[in-house]
């Protein structure tokens, strides 16, 4: 089972304020996802990032893939209410099939 | 179109019983996989099934078990239940798998509190 480890666990920021949150595995991603899941709801893709080095933007977020592809962040720039939820990071292994391997996730809390 | 529907929403189950929960994936999607949630363990993948056929495993007790329907509705059982199976229940689906570059679409879940 692969390990995957998000930081911080917990991060309650003002409306405006910048933040990082981290993905980290001891092993090397196939393929990595980040989803946000909403109080009540289900886990929503946000984006799948694959080669090392990649960045990707979404609006006022921006994921990025390590070189190594052992890591990956996710920054949201001026954060808002809206970006309120549970951040999960989840590794794909690549063995057929649809089996993710999820990180423990980051709880955000944006205050108005 | 609409999303993975799955039932029930909420139910409350004593200790030593067993549960059912349903999943209804997006239509045309032939691949079901279900999650454990918990604020302890986060998510855990339970099993997939792929045009009937249980195609992995996750790491769980014999008393997790599963099945897909022609239709590809699926369904979970969980049978002897613990204290520590109370949990939110996700199902997800997808067209195929992720070599394909298909994305996979999850429920709002089924919270399972056992007592």
């Known amino acids: 089972t692969q390990l995957l480890e998000q930081s911080p666990q917990f991060l309650s920021i003002q409306e405006g304020e910048n933040l990082t949150v981290y993905c980290n595995s001891s092993?090397?991603?196939?393929?990595l996802q980040w989803y946000r899941q909403e109080p009540g709801e289900g886990p929503v893709l946000l984006v799948t990032?694959?080669?090392?080095?990649e960045v990707k933007k979404l609006k006022r977020l921006t994921f990025q893939f390590g070189d190594a592809r052992k890591d990956s962040s996710l920054h949201i720039t001026a954060a808002q209410p809206g970006d309120t939820g549970l951040y999960l990071c989840?590794?794909?292994?690549?063995?057929?099939?649809?089996?993710?391997?999820f990180g423990t996730g980051t709880s955000l809390t944006v205050i108005p | 179109k609409a999303g993975v529907t799955q039932t029930p929403r909420y139910l409350i189950k004593t200790r030593g019983q067993q549960v059912t929960l349903s999943c209804s994936p997006i239509?045309?999607?032939?691949?079901v996989s279900w999650y454990q949630q918990t604020p302890g363990q986060g998510l855990q993948f339970l099993f997939e099934?792929?045009?009937?056929?249980?195609?992995n495993k996750g790491n769980f007790p014999g008393r997790f078990s599963g099945r897909q329907f022609s239709n590809s509705r699926s369904e979970m059982n969980v049978s002897t239940l613990e204290l520590g199976d109370s949990a939110l229940y996700l199902c997800?689906?997808?067209?195929?798998?992720?070599?394909?570059?298909?994305?996979?679409?999850f429920g709002e879940g089924s919270w399972l509190t056992v007592v």
């Open positions: 989840a590794e794909y292994p690549g063995l057929g099939g649809n089996q993710f391997y």
């Open positions: 099934y792929f045009s009937e056929t249980q195609r």
């Open positions: 990032v694959v080669t090392g080095g």
């Open positions: 997800a689906s997808s067209l195929a798998d992720m070599s394909s570059g298909n994305t996979i679409y």
């Open positions: 239509s045309g999607h032939r691949s």
């Open positions: 092993s090397v991603f196939s393929s």
